[in-house]
């Protein structure tokens, strides 16, 4: 296969990200499709991918050809319906995170996709092909340092929009601590806790950011994750990791030093598009060559049902403030 063509389903913030990628970034792959129901952002993104055709839906596109794979950037509780067909086309899928959002519906696709005999699902959790976390797996998993004893992550935001609510902070933010702390210690979340740090009263009503959570995983290395939406200087998200021996951190910004009137500063991110880019471009790039081959090269619709299912179980810690145990199905034999 010469290039890859490549229906990008959901033209908002990530889609439309995902489409100028692929279009002027990804080598071997171009945008063949747009499924969008809005009018607007259709047309915007078909000013990016010229040669794409626009489908209300993604039946219409599957039934017309000219597609070799799926790209989901829809929010989570849209993937079901998109993910179902395209897996009964045979069609490979990266799917933005979460791969949708609860256990139960994640085991249906997990269920699916082993119905179809090949593994066709990659899950959009971009943070493993960010440098700074290869290269602190790396680290974790050589024991140079002594064992891993600690984790103590920051997840900060600017701000995010009035319709963000209070579960979102589990199941659509920390939801990426919770992949990356299992793919960094290579052990699932054992329990989740979280406490309520003094609320920002710049938050709008009803809404209690920022919180402390707590990830312990089976092999009992403890996490905490600042999760703070609303700190407005920026997008930072970094990782201290606490070994026997000493210590790292990885995600300082590493934006342009100034020195003027007075005071030193560092331009920091504000958003996860430029604070993950080339992350993206690694993951999207990677899968696009996998996909070529006939395989995958990332998480797994095993990997984002584990996710799910401990999502679950931060959803109830943040709900009653007690400690909850993540429960987890027996991993079927296809993903070993
Ligand atoms: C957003 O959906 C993301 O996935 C970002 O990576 C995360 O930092 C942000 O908090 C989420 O809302």
Known sequence: MSELRIAVVGAGLMGSDHIIRIENRIVGASVAAVVEPDEG??????AEAPEAVWFPNIEAAIAAGGIDAVLIATPGQFHEPVLLPALAAGLPILCEKPLTPDSASSMRMVEAEVATGKQLIQVGFMR?????YQSLKELISSNGQ???????????????PESYHNDMLIFDSVVHEIDIVRFLTDSPIKSVEVKAMKRNSNN???????????LTTQSDVLATVEM???????????TEAVFENGIAEIGRTSGMN?????????????????????????QIQRWVNATKRGEIDGPSAWDGYLAAAAVEAGLEALHTGQRVDANYASKPAFYN
């Open 41 to 46: 952002r259709a047309k915007a993104a078909l």
């Open 128 to 132: 493993r092909f960010d440098a700074g």
């Open 146 to 160: 002594g064992e891993l004893l600690g984790l103590h992550c920051a997840h900060r935001n600017p701000e995010v």
């Open 204 to 214: 709008h009503e009803g809404f209690n950011d920022p919180i402390l959570v707590l």
């Open 228 to 238: 703070n939406v609303s700190v407005k200087f920026g997008y930072q998200v970094k």
């Open 258 to 282: 100034t020195w003027f009137e007075g005071q030193i500063g560092t331009a920091e991110h504000m958003s996860f598009k430029t604070r993950f880019a080339a992350a993206y471009d690694a």
